[in-house]
Each structure stands twice: as C-alpha cells, then as structure tokens.
C-alpha cells in the first residue's frame, strides 16, 4: 500500500493545531494592514494587483493558497509554491521614491510579507486564548521557514524564533513609513464592495446593513491587533486602551467562532487532511 503524504507539517505541528483556528481569517487582516506600511512592498502591489476590483476574489486565492501549503500533500504545497514563483518572476515596479525599478520577488520583500502574515497568525491566535507556550511560539515559527522556501526564500534568513521575529522587526521599522498608496489601501481594506450576495439593493443608498456593520467591526479589530509601532505609522490612530478591548473583542469572536459546527469552520483542505491522517490511522493498525 502506497504511503500516506501528510504534507509539510502533519498533525503533531504547531502548525496544524494554529491553522485549525477560525480566528485566523482575522490575522490575515491584520497582515495586511501591517504589509502596506513597507513602501516597495506597497508599490509593487499596486502595480501590479487587480486587488481593487477583484478584492474578494484575491482573499479567496491567498486563503486557499495558506490551506493547500499548511493542509495539503507535499506535492500539493509545492505545486502552489512554483505557481507563485512563477508569477512573481514576471512582476516589477517602480519605487515611487527614487524610480528605480525592482523585482517584486527580491528577497527583501518576499521576507516582509512571510513575517508580516505568520507573526499575524500567531499574535491573533494567541491573543484570542488559543493555547501556545513560548516552545510552540519558536516552534511554529520555526515550521513556517518551510512556507518561506516555497516563495523562493532561504529558509536560513527567514526568522525562526520569537526573538529573531522581534530582532528583525527592530531592524526593518526605520524602513516603514505611511505613504498615500498604503492610506488608501488601508482604507479600502476597512470598507470595501461587498460580495454582490451580501449587498443591499441600490435604492437603499449608502450599504450600513447588517454585513456591513459586521466587517467594519472585524475590520477594527484586526487593525486594532496591530502592534503599537504599526499603530503609530498610522497616525497613532486607537486610544491607550485599543490593545486591551482588542484582546477582549478577539477572544469573543473566537469563542462564538469555535460555537459554529463543524463543517461551517473546516475548510476542505483541512478535511483532507484529516482524512489522510485517518487512512494511515486504519494503515497502522
């Protein structure tokens, strides 16, 4: 009998046991905010993305790409790794500053926006009571340096630790600034078209319904969630008190989340997964 592919991670990671968490849809948020304070970074999104007009279509790839590389089968990740590759190879931009024009795949950035989203992942998990000690914290991050190699990164420069995380923070910042394209992205990130379905008719005017008022919220939090460096970039948007309603608004969205059944919270690459590990279950046995 052929053996069973469990993937990059396999169910003993800290990995597998982060991403079961529905919270996490709230980090990748908070990711993107975070991502558009890096000038090149922002710039080479801008160029080169349809993320205005296609906004909820581009969350959908970029969720199913986290699934099939956390979730799917070796050959699954690493098909999704070169797709990506490859259409970052043909990118480029012109850094708004000083009209050089670069490769949006430089080493530098791809960094960025690995930290950016797995550090996002981690804090807003933890944050929402999931259950990670210091150990798991390295662990992960030490895990994800698999997700870095396949954007093409060496896992060797990618921070591996909670500390090193920190340490590269430190050293990026002076970096980081608010230009008019990160403003405009953030606000766009906070209020953008509804999917058609969620959206109420024309003749009601300005869209404040029910969904709207929902995503305003997540949206808050996930900004919220920031670091308080982030926040500052920002225009020190958020009062002393933003991190601490943060942490209480989270862990209630968790909770509620966790509520939901089953099949409403798992996505389909999980439960793949999860049917993989029981063939090998039944296998071992």
């Known amino acids: 009998m052929a053996s069973v592919d469990l993937g990059l ?3 003993e990671s800290v990995t ?15 990711s993107l905010y975070l991502q558009t304070l890096h000038p090149r970074a922002m710039a080479g999104v801008a160029q080169n993305s349809n993320y205005r007009r296609d906004a909820w279509g581009r969350l959908i790839r970029t969720a199913d790409y986290v699934g099939t590389t956390v979730y799917g089968t070796t050959a699954e990740a690493e098909r999704a790794g ?8 043909r990118m480029s931009a012109v850094d708004p500053a000083t009209g050089e024009r670069f490769r949006v795949d430089e080493p530098d ?21 999931v ?5 798991e914290v390295d662990a992960y991050y030490t895990e994800q340096r698999r997700s870095a190699a396949l954007v093409g990164l060496d896992p060797r420069t990618v921070p591996g630790t909670a500390a090193e995380v920190a340490e590269y923070y430190r ?13 405009e992205t953030a606000l766009f990130l906070t209020a953008p078209p509804l999917p058609w379905k969620l959206s109420l008719p024309a003749r009601v005017g300005l869209n404040l319904g029910p969904p709207r008022w929902a995503y305003l919220g ?3 939090t996930a900004f919220a969630l920031l670091p308080r460096w982030a926040r500052r970039l920002y225009g020190g948007l958020g009062l002393p008190t933003t991190a601490l309603s943060a942490d209480v608004t989270v862990r209630m969205l968790r909770l509620a989340l966790t509520a939901l059944p089953r099949d409403w919270r798992e996505g389909p690459m999980r439960r793949a997964a999860m049917a993989r590990v029981a063939q090998l279950s ?3 046995g």
């Not at 950035?109 to 009571?129: K, M, Q, Y």
């Not at 910042?173 to 990160?182: N, V």
Request: aromatic share 8%.
């Open 218 to 220: 997540i949206a808050g």
């Open 131 to 135: 259950p990670l000690d210091a150990a």
């Open 9 to 11: 991670f396999g169910p």
């Open 109 to 129: 950035l791809l960094r960025w926006v690995h930290v950016t989203e797995v550090e996002s992942f981690l804090d807003t998990a933890r944050r929402a009571g």
């Open 82 to 89: 070169q797709r990506l590759r490859r259409l970052h190879a």
């Open 171 to 183: 050293q990026v910042r002076p970096e980081l600034r608010m230009t008019r394209e990160a403003a």
């Open 16 to 30: 597998w046991k982060l991403h079961a968490e529905p919270i996490l849809f709230v980090a990748g948020l908070r």
């Open 282 to 284: 039944v296998s071992a």
